[in-house]
């Protein structure tokens, strides 16, 4: 089964400040890894997938097979940052999405 | 109206009630989901369809029946809730077998249960 940890609950950062959501996971198999974002009374979007190895809105993400992570990252947060962050392994069979249980962004002028 | 659409937005229903939520998505996917997001459990998968047959049901309680009559639509029908049950519901789909392929999301249905 798939499991999926993310230890914080709420990350409060200043504006300009480097900032890392966590994230580690359990799995059989080769993983394939989303970071999810809802901003406030918006629908959850994708924010980016460890495959395509982009940066969106400056964040990235590194998968670490060895740490079983792939922890959100961004140099300097923006205050538009701020939303909820969910990472999401893509379940056996491709067929299912299991999320963690998130972690609050408040960036703070 | 494109991407996924959740009708309705806003649900209020007594105990004893027997209410539908309605999912459409306009993706061409082949894959459609039900999500419980409360402050307890942020995102809880309760139902999948993949290929129109579902394929996981996670010991989720019966009161909640999912319905999938095509690849383009998704029901909850609910009977005899719980306040607990009181939540947003979140619907999504994806196309099974594109490698990375993501969920999308519809807004939601706010359901609180009196």
């Known amino acids: 089964a798939q499991r999926v940890t993310q230890p914080e609950k709420l990350l409060s950062v200043f504006k300009g400040a480097p900032v890392e959501l966590k994230c580690n996971y359990s799995y059989s198999g080769s993983p394939e890894l989303f970071w999810y974002v809802q901003y406030s009374r918006q629908r959850l979007q994708l924010l980016l997938r460890?495959?395509s190895r982009e940066s969106i809105k400056g964040f990235t993400a590194d998968l670490n097979k060895g740490e079983t992570s792939f922890h959100l990252k961004k140099p300097f947060a923006q205050e538009e940052d701020s939303a909820m962050y969910y990472c999401a392994p893509l379940g056996d069979n491709f067929n299912k999405f299991y999320f963690g249980s998130g972690t609050k962004l408040n960036v703070k002028p | 109206e494109t991407g996924v659409t959740q009708t309705p937005r806003h649900l209020v229903m007594g105990m004893t009630n027997k209410k539908s939520l309605k999912c459409e998505q306009h993706l061409g996917h082949n894959a459609m989901y039900w999500y419980k997001q409360s402050a307890k459990k942020p995102l809880e998968l309760m139902f999948v369809?993949?290929?129109?047959?579902?394929?996981e049901n996670n010991s989720v309680p019966s009161r909640f029946s999912p319905e999938c009559p095509n690849s383009s639509h998704l029901f909850l029908h609910l009977h005899t809730l719980q306040p607990e049950d009181s939540a947003l519901y979140l619907c999504?789909?994806?196309?099974?077998?594109?490698?990375?392929?993501?969920?999308?999301f519809g807004q939601g249905t706010r359901l609180t249960v009196v």
């Open positions: 369809y993949s290929l129109e047959e579902r394929v």
């Open positions: 999504a789909s994806s196309q099974v077998g594109v490698v990375s392929a993501e969920a999308f």
């Open positions: 460890h495959i």
